[in-house]
């Protein structure tokens, strides 16, 4: 199958609260962290780097992908914050947002990254420190329940 065969899915929509997740913090250049406990990585190559079924990153081969990311961290009250793709340590993309309501974490991070040679990590990154975000131990299910991340390869 060519659908298959070529993505890696990850996002299972699991009630888990992100306080088991590795995440370190929710400042602005801090890794968010994704729930699968059984995520697709049907990419030939490409390794999933988890711990407690919380993905901190997906390490891809030479190739091009097409990479979405949904974040769904959750605030005390009124309040956003931005992410973007990383591939190699560095940003690749123009920027996702999230803000207090549900609706309000459908505004993806997309990104077209090449892999000329070797591998690449690829990850997740907060680029601001949002206003009135929860700590990783407050954060509930939310990021769990609605947050993913899919790469395409596409050539």
């Known amino acids: 199958n060519p659908i298959t065969n070529t993505s890696v899915f990850i996002g299972s929509g699991a009630s888990q609260a ?3 997740s590795g995440a370190s913090g929710v400042a602005s250049g801090d890794v968010v962290e994704f729930y699968d406990s ?3 990585a049907g990419i030939d190559g490409a390794t999933v780097t988890s711990s407690s079924s ?4 997906v390490t891809l081969p030479v190739g091009t992908y097409k990479i979405t990311a949904v974040v769904a961290l959750t605030f005390s009250s009124s309040g956003s914050v931005e992410y973007s793709v990383y591939s190699g340590g560095s940003v690749v ?13 459908h505004n993806p991070a997309t990104a077209i990254v090449t892999i000329s040679s070797g591998t690449s990590v690829i990850d997740v990154r907060l680029t601001s420190t949002g206003s009135n975000i929860n700590t990783v131990a407050s954060q509930g299910n939310r990021q769990a329940e ?10």
């Open 93 to 105: 993309n123009g920027a996702g947002y999230c803000a207090q309501d549900d609706l309000d974490c």
């Open 18 to 20: 992100y306080s088991g």
């Open 54 to 57: 919380w993905v901190s990153a």
């Open 146 to 155: 609605l947050g993913y991340l899919v790469i395409e390869r596409i050539a």
């Open 38 to 40: 059984s995520p697709h």
